[in-house]
């Protein structure tokens, strides 16, 4: 068990060193160049060729690379950006605290509506429960995370003036965030968690519970519902990428200073190295949490944690 | 069909009628069964798939799927009481406590997230006012007592072995030591070998413990091994109802013998087999007249009409057929 | 009646399902007919009308510019659905082709494909497409690219699944003992029968992809204005929007109104074709 | 008389997390041409994989397989694809040895389209004259699997086996998917296709009385190995094998006079992952001693019967 953890833990290094050396390629592939970009209009060769050399863009693009692997991944240093010439490891801390803080609320907020939803739908089926909370669910993958953001701005900020439109400060700047990220997440646990508890309510094992003389509640609660979350924690993974991409967007609609708000002004200024960054931590975080998914996967089901245990990671029987 | 003893029989279906619903289609699953059970003794129902051994059980648990299965018709009288008429709460204390059940697919039967010993200390708990270290104490005396060492109540289900979890599974099912247990295809999923050993171990558990059993099966020699009385289903009908001796000796339906004579012989050699010929019929369709008419060499016309009459053979031995004279004439081979 | 028929006649039974496809078909008929449709010219600016409420000239107002945005979400199926259907297709058919190498023949091409595929799987899909979009540019067919990449992957991958799921099939060990070649099994056997999972994840890919598409051109990606893309729309407008909430509510309402289509039109899908719910 | 098929010290490994998994483990018979050799044992004592090998779905550790006095233990792909017209299978489960896409007439005619170049009348000729044999009406052509039962699927399965004029056909578990009546049905099928085109089948079950009524000799497997050999009759008249016996007192008779006496075997069946060597059912066996842990020999003790136990050999039992 430990040992495929640990294994999953190496194997995460080269997939990261990987992601890095990609993103570093592909933002070499953007036309333009940003030392143009960044000396004034009016410069002269000289100035911009000085601006190329104080970039490192002068040199051939594997000494760039190996540069660039080096400094990241042996230094943790991730340069400076171009357009503030500050460290990029220094800004990037707090903005990444707050980037999480938002996925954690969002997921929290997602995971507890998502699960509520399901076992209601769930234990009425057919009936109006069931259609009222299936309808909430469908809302809530067709609305755009966006679009549902600057709704919520419009009701709970403009019109009932309950939560801050933007900004950040105390939890109330989050609460709207999260909401508007988690949406989304809320909508297919509750849909996934309602099919799952249909499948587990028909299988042999609950008909056993059932003829032991188990109330329907413990019946639910005790053989049910945890078989049930099983095929859920596999969506969670789907749930987190969307959850980060999400981010990224909804930080620039509530103006909360975090990774996501950095990339995008990167990406606007040509700012590769925040970019880069900010790609390179994102895809870190998303790895983690996957790998705490499959743990958790582990945790809830002695069949996986077995599995895990026999150590080979192979997917085929 | 009514027991040949007077006495108030232990355990008395009459008339029960389910079906099932599936949009517009109509499944009869079970038509008009009636059957008793003596104190001790044990029922087998015998019966191909789809025949509605499984929903004769499950009904007299009250555990068919509310949505999907309708008791149309019917009495089942535990001790006298009328099971169909009693509050869903009433159910759940007979549920495990008086009548347990024994599912046909030991894989799937046990919840493959809890620890084994939780599934039948929960069950003892449900029923008794035993404490939880009490509780967890006479688990695992059920647990040696089905022969699985004490040391494994921790385990989870897929630590174990087919044969293995069935063995859980009985624990379970005598926890509170039931009146009645219903076993439903209890080693169909299991090699002969270990078979043996779990029938051998369910008839010594239910002499010692006095439990009354209904088994339903499909394999006529695991009725010849484990029951005392035999009930022969086709399309959700008893056909033929009789002691064992009676049945086997002495099989009346041309349903029944069909089936003896489809097995192939441990003595006898033979070139071919002599099979029923045709398929068993579509529960959404079921024929006029007696159900077997279609696929028995005896049909006459009046097989193809009405409800067939059941005809008493012997004391206590009752045969669903109105050829049964003709029939009577070809004596068993 | 064959297996597909009889799915189809469940879908049919599907009154939610239906009304998907029914609003799916029909925004493809305004799509194509969007010419006759729009009442006006989608680039055409009045600037007398300008952020105007629905009224019955503009039956959704106009924009800040004094676009019609009746008429430019009318012209924006054109390129919200174009876009999504064109990720699913370009997406599927690599995919497929992807999915089934690897699945079927294992091995090496297995181990080196899956470990690519493991690189870009750990990027989150909105931020790879976003990183893609960067590079390529705007424009229909770099966001096409940019989006295809990731739901590649995915196909590729959930084919790979339902392959690896059926090798062991009993049915394919038969068409091995009835001397059918490799080609033969993947044509004839494997891909009919992993198709299904393949339908269901390309009818709701579709949303995915226009909801996608629509966020990158939100950030400033994708297509920018003044193309009528929905996702673009709300973008330009969304300064305006606390005082005229009419141009952002009616494009966020033509993706949800669509996505939501082929979400219950997908579930439709996934329940006519999945046996266990045949009783 | 000749032997069609010959296999000498046939083995077959698979490699697990555990260790090597011993299916097939130093089996060696032959069948006589046009006779049926039953294969007989509980599951996971490798008879299935013994008939897979034979007819290379799997490929052999080791050993050698013979056909027709010729050597075909490491064919080559063309070598296979003759082989394949000689050599079929019927598979245990019809519903899922068919492809649920594909009508009856695409099924059976599918070995045809694989291998054969033959006219498109020429092909549906042949469909029929399959369908006729084995007993499928001409009004299901066009059926689906799952619009038909388990005893015309396995019909159809058959006459897909049966198409290309094989000699030599591995029934695999055939009828234990049906009910009594049907199985029964099933079973004279076989049998008067086997006579009427001079088959030679290799019919592996678990089914003890099936075993009894369809084969001219027996082989007994326990994990992976040959127990017990001889003419079908005398099997059941005199089992030598501690197993053997074990089985055959195990077996649920419909005889109920005098009441049988069981024997029941302690324990369970032993993981085939690395076995220990000698007498493989020694852990189970009542008549264990110390030479039991010695490797076993199938020797002949009486005329045409064969048994792998020392004791037996030795005249101990």
């Known amino acids: ?317 | 069909m009514n027991s040949k003893d007077q006495s108030a029989p232990f355990l008395e279906v009459k008339d029960l009628e389910v079906f099932y619903s599936a949009g517009k289609q109509k499944v009869q699953a079970v038509n008009g069964v009636s059957f008793s059970l003596q104190k001790g003794r044990s029922l087998g129902l015998v019966g191909e798939t789809g025949a509605g051994k499984t929903t004769i059980a499950k009904a007299i648990l009250r555990i068919l799927p509310h949505a999907s299965a309708t008791v149309k018709n019917g009495q089942i009288l535990l001790n006298g009481t009328n099971l169909l008429s009693l509050s869903e709460e009433r159910m759940r204390d007979i549920r495990g406590n008086e009548i347990a059940m024994i599912f046909q697919d030991p894989m799937t039967a046990l919840n493959p997230i809890l620890r084994v010993g939780n599934q039948i200390t929960e069950a003892i708990l449900h029923h008794s006012s035993m404490t939880k270290a009490e509780a967890e104490k006479h688990a695992m005396e059920m647990l040696e007592m089905v022969g699985i060492p004490a040391e494994r109540f921790g385990e989870y289900p897929h630590q174990f072995s087919g044969g293995m979890k069935q063995r859980v599974v009985i624990a379970i099912a005598l926890a509170c030591n039931p009146a009645l247990l219903l076993a439903d295809e209890p080693t169909t999923a299991l090699d002969v070998t270990i078979q043996a050993q779990v029938l051998h171990m369910i008839a010594g558990l239910k002499e010692k413990l006095g439990t009354s059993m209904i088994l339903i099966t499909h394999d006529m020699g695991v009725v010849a091994s484990s029951c005392d009385d035999v009930a022969i289903v086709y399309a959700g009908q008893i056909v033929e109802y009789g002691t064992l001796e009676q049945i086997f000796d002495h099989p009346s339906h041309p349903y029944t013998r069909g089936l003896f004579n489809a097995i192939p012989s441990m003595n006898i050699d033979q070139e071919y087999l002599e099979p029923i010929d045709g398929l068993p019929p579509d529960p959404t369709h079921l024929p006029e007249g007696c159900y077997f008419s279609p696929r028995c060499k005896y049909a006459a016309e009046a097989c193809k009409t009405g409800n067939m009459p059941v005809i008493t053979t012997a004391d206590g031995h009752l045969c669903r057929c109105c050829q049964y004279n003709l029939v009577a004439k070809d004596e068993k081979k | ?279 | ?317």
């Not at chain 1, 060729?49 to 991730?78: A, C, M, S, W, Y």
Request: overall charge positive; proline content about 5%; charged content about 20%.
């Open chain 3, 1 to 279: 009646m064959s297996a597909n028929e009889e799915m189809i006649r469940r879908l049919a039974k599907d009154r939610l399902a239906m009304l998907g496809l029914l609003i799916f078909v029909a925004e493809i008929i305004v799509a194509v007919f969007a010419p006759l449709i729009a009442p006006s010219d989608p680039f055409a600016m009045d600037f007398t009308s300008m952020l105007s409420a629905p009224s019955s000239a503009h039956l959704m107002g106009c924009d800040e510019m004094g676009r019609d945005i009746f008429s430019r979400i009318i012209y924006g199926t054109r390129y919200s659905l174009g876009l999504g259907i064109s990720v699913v297709v370009v997406s599927t058919i690599a995919g497929t082709i992807i999915g089934a190498i690897v699945g079927y023949f294992g091995g090496v091409a297995d181990a080196v494909i899956m470990r690519i595929m493991d690189v870009f799987q750990s990027i989150p899909s909105l931020l790879q497409s976003v990183v893609i979009s960067v590079v390529l540019g705007t424009g229909f067919f770099n966001t096409l690219l940019a989006l295809s990449i990731h739901r590649t992957v995915g196909s590729a991958r959930l084919l790979r699944g339902s392959i690896m799921g059926m090798r062991h099939m009993e049915y394919l060990e038969a068409a091995d003992a009835l001397n059918c070649s490799k080609l033969r099994t993947i044509l004839k056997h494997v891909l009919p029968n992993s198709f299904t999972p393949m339908i269901v994840y390309a009818t709701a890919g579709i949303a995915s992809a226009i909801m996608s598409a629509s966020t990158l051109s939100f950030i400033g990606l994708g297509i920018i204005a003044p193309t009528p893309e929905w996702g673009a729309m709300i973008s330009s407008s969304r300064n305006y929007f606390i005082e005229y909430p009419h141009t952002v509510l009616f494009p966020g309402l033509a993706i949800a109104i669509t996505v939501f289509a082929l979400s219950v039109l997908g579930d439709g899908l996934r329940d006519a074709l999945d046996p266990k719910l045949k009783n």
């Open chain 1, 1 to 317: 068990m430990l040992k495929y953890f640990a294994k999953r833990i190496l194997w995460m290094i080269p997939i990261v060193i990987c992601v890095a050396l990609l993103i570093f390629s592909l933002m070499r592939l953007i036309p333009g160049d940003p030392a143009r970009m960044l000396v004034s209009r009016d410069a002269t060769e000289e100035e911009y060729l000085n601006k190329r050399v104080e970039l490192g863009l002068d040199e051939p693009f594997l000494t760039q690379l190996g540069k660039f692997l080096t400094d990241t991944f042996l230094h943790f240093d991730f340069g400076k950006s171009y357009m503030t010439k500050t460290s990029i490891s220094r800004d990037i801390g707090p903005r990444m605290v707050r980037t999480m803080e938002l996925g954690l609320l969002a997921a929290a907020f997602a995971m507890i509506t998502g699960i509520l939803l399901g076992i209601t739908a769930a234990t009425h089926v057919k009936k109006w429960q069931d259609s009222l909370c299936m309808i909430i669910a469908l809302v809530g993958i067709s609305m755009p995370a966006f679009w549902a953001a600057l709704l919520l701005i419009m009701l709970f900020s403009v019109k009932l003036q309950l939560l801050p439109p933007s900004g950040i400060g105390g939890i109330q700047y989050y609460i709207l965030p999260a909401i508007s990220v988690g949406l989304y997440g809320t909508a297919t646990f509750a849909r996934q968690i309602r099919s799952s508890m249909l499948d587990v309510i028909g299988s042999d094992y609950v008909t056993t519970a059932r003829s032991k003389g188990l109330t329907e509640r413990e019946v639910i609660y005790k053989h049910a519902l945890p078989n049930a979350l099983i095929p859920t924690i596999t969506i969670i993974g789907g749930f987190l990428g969307q959850m980060f991409g999400g981010s990224i967007v909804i930080e620039t609609i509530f103006s909360i200073p975090g990774m996501g708000l950095y990339l995008i002004t990167g990406i606007n200024n040509r700012d590769y190295p925040v970019v880069q960054t900010c790609v390179i931590l994102l895809s870190i975080i998303f790895c983690i949490a996957m790998l705490l998914v499959d743990l958790a996967y582990a945790m809830v089901d002695p069949r996986i944690k077995a599995r895990y245990a026999s150590s080979k990671v192979k997917r085929n029987k």
């Open chain 4, 1 to 317: 008389m000749t032997s069609l098929v010959e296999v000498k010290k046939l083995k077959k490994y698979f490699s697990s997390a555990r260790g090597l998994l011993h299916a097939v483990d130093d089996v060696s018979f032959s069948i006589q041409k046009g006779k049926i050799l039953g294969v007989v044992g509980e599951s996971g004592c490798g008879k299935s994989t013994l008939g897979r090998t034979i007819i290379h779905l799997h490929e052999s550790t080791g050993g050698t397989i013979q056909y027709n006095g010729k050597d075909i233990t490491n064919p080559s792909a063309k070598e296979i694809r003759q082989l394949r017209e000689k050599m079929q299978i019927i598979f245990q489960d019809p519903y899922s040895s068919l492809d649920p896409r594909m009508t009856v007439e695409a099924a059976i005619s599918e070995p045809l389209l694989a291998s054969h170049k033959i006219s498109a009348r020429k092909r549906r000729e042949e469909v029929t004259r399959m369908m006729e044999m084995v007993g499928i009406d001409e009004r299901l052509r066009y059926a689906y699997p799952h619009e038909l039962d388990g005893g015309r699927r396995q019909r159809i399965v058959i006459a897909r086996a049966l198409i290309l004029q094989p000699e030599f056909v591995v029934c695999d578990e055939p009828v234990s998917a049906l009910d009594v009546s049907i199985q029964a049905q099933v079973l004279n099928l076989l049998r008067d296709l086997q006579k009427k085109q001079n088959l030679t089948y290799m019919f592996v079950t678990h089914d003890m009385s099936v075993v009894r009524h369809i084969s001219d000799e027996i082989c007994v497997m326990y994990l992976g190995q040959i127990v017990e050999k001889c003419p079908a009759k005398q099997l059941f008249e005199k089992p030598l094998h501690p197993y053997t016996q074990a089985l055959i007192s195990a077996i649920p008779s419909v005889d109920i006079h005098p009441p049988k006496n069981r024997e029941i075997l302690s324990g369970e069946i032993t993981s085939p992952i690395n076995p220990k060597p000698g007498c493989r059912f020694c852990a189970r066996c009542r008549y264990a001693q110390n030479q039991c842990h010695q490797p076993q020999t199938l020797n002949e003790v009486e005329p045409d019967h064969f048994v792998a136990c020392a004791r037996v050999s030795d005249n101990e039992l």
